[in-house]
């Protein structure tokens, strides 16, 4: 069983940054693929960023060039450094994880933290 667990979520205003993590007690980080994904009151879950096992990154162009996910494996910990926040990202942020890539880039990943709430006032 792989535990996940986000932290660093919080209000702020418009163009501040934050800083999200997830750890993975007792993971191999280097063993399974990562993502972060996000969901709005009313909407669908969206993937935000995703990382796999090598390091490889992927964004979606919704938060491309202000968004970056990073993990440190020495300390088991997945990351999401969020820059100029807006309104419109305001969400639950989940982090995910699974051995399976394709399962986790589809959003039907085995693991998922318990989520972070992130609000970005105008």
């Known amino acids: 069983e792989l535990e996940l667990v986000e932290s660093g979520g919080g209000s702020v205003q418009a163009g501040e940054s934050l800083r999200l993590s997830c750890t993975a007690p007792?993971?191999?980080?280097?063993?399974?693929?990562m993502s972060w994904f996000r969901q709005a009151p009313g909407m669908e879950r969206e993937r935000v960023a995703t990382?796999?096992?090598?390091?490889?990154?992927s964004h979606a162009g919704s938060v491309k060039g202000r968004f970056t996910i990073s993990k440190d494996n020495a300390k088991n910990t997945l990351y999401l450094q969020m820059n100029s926040l807006k309104p419109e990202d305001t969400a639950v942020y989940y982090c995910?994880?699974?051995?399976?890539?394709?399962?986790?880039?589809?959003?039907?990943?085995?693991?998922w933290g318990q989520g972070t709430q992130v609000t970005v006032s105008s």
């Open positions: 995910a994880a699974d051995s399976d890539f394709l399962r986790l880039w589809n959003g039907q990943s085995t693991y």
């Open positions: 990382i796999d096992r090598v390091g490889s990154t």
């Open positions: 007792g993971t191999l980080l280097d063993a399974v693929d």
